[in-house]
């Protein structure tokens, strides 16, 4: 299963995407939500998932994110490796689509860094899960995000939510799967400007999905729609204005976004 959320005629919808890569096209549509209802899809004409408006892919009552849950990353801020799980919330205000800009609050902030992140879509309420709870059945699928971050304010701050928390802050896109597997590796790279500078499997992850959503789920109720950020791999950095920033997940797709100054 592949799907979207993209502007139609009628407002947002989801559209299931089908077809092999470079040729895809969105087959059937499904009413508006926080996530697609499937058994209510509505076959229409063809057309190319290229030629779509892409939306961000789910509406989430909240996005939860894991820091440092690569150890190489964790070292290049000069932190040690976490013993358990470390998480932090992302408004949903911070939300925007494939292809939006992401506003540097120059204001602010003397450097915003870009952070690839594979992502979960929360498909069904998940709460209290037990060490032998599968946790897939939880997982609607996949996507890609970019934990946009201003590290002076990280670092000032001492806690996340102002580094963290701006508008445009959370690009998310451009399709949501269930057609990989994280637990058998699967590559996510930042492209600045066209040149890699993150690249790594989620292999390397230091806390694994289930332990992840586990371990969230022992501390808040996650509901259909809420996006779970897993970390990001080593190789942060920052961007100015006119960069243009892509996060690629293997077997997902490329989210691009392009800088810009806020006043």
Known sequence: MRYCRFVSANGPRFGLIEGPAGSEQITHVIADGPVPDFTR??????????????????MPSKIVCVGRNYSEHAKELGNDVPTEPLIFLKPP?????????????KHLSQRVDYEAELTLVIGKQCSG??????VRPYILGYTCANDVTARDLQKKDGQWTRAKGFDTFCPVGPLVTDEIDPWKGVRVETRLNGEV???ESTLAFIFAVDIVLRFISQVMTLLPGDLVLTGTPAGIGPMVAGDEVSVWVERIGVLTNTIVDGD
């Open 41 to 58: 899809r509505e076959k229409v004409s063809a057309f190319a998932f290229a030629s779509a408006k892409l939306l961000a892919p789910s």
């Open 93 to 105: 205000s911070s939300l925007i689509s494939p292809g939006d800009r992401i506003v540097r609050p």
């Open 129 to 134: 899960l037990g060490p032998a709870d599968d």
């Open 197 to 199: 500078k993150q690249s």
